[in-house]
């Protein structure tokens, strides 16, 4: 019976993985035509280059979730560990990019990073790879 439910909480949960990766995509096309006209707008006028920088970031910020569910699939349902630091270490990046105007925040988000990235190498080191 509980094998069963869980079961059926399994199938509800991939088909609302596959829902949220369709939406990603649809995102991610409408981002990269936003990413288009801004950077052809940005071609004639200079103040416009931290917009695009941050339209490019949240385009991988997308990317990098499709690639999770996409591993997610191909791991036999199982979310890798790494990608999630790998997303985390992206998104205080895009943070240091759009927002560092204080610098103690941009001094905690780099000790942020180094901390992801210690424990990537930890990841890396001693949990199994997919």
Known sequence: MLEKIANYLLIIKNIALIIVAIF???V?????WAIAKLAIQ???NDNEHYN???KIIYF???F???ALIIKYFKNNFHFPLRYFIY?????IIRLIIV???IAINVLIWGSTILVLSISLAIVNRFVKHD
């Open 87 to 91: 997303i985390g270490i992206t998104a």
């Open 24 to 26: 990603l995509c649809i």
């Open 52 to 54: 695009i920088v941050e």
């Open 42 to 44: 940005t071609f004639h």
């Open 60 to 62: 991988f910020l997308y």
């Open 64 to 66: 990098e979730f499709i």
């Open 28 to 32: 991610l096309f409408v981002e990269a």
């Open 99 to 101: 927002d560092h105007d």
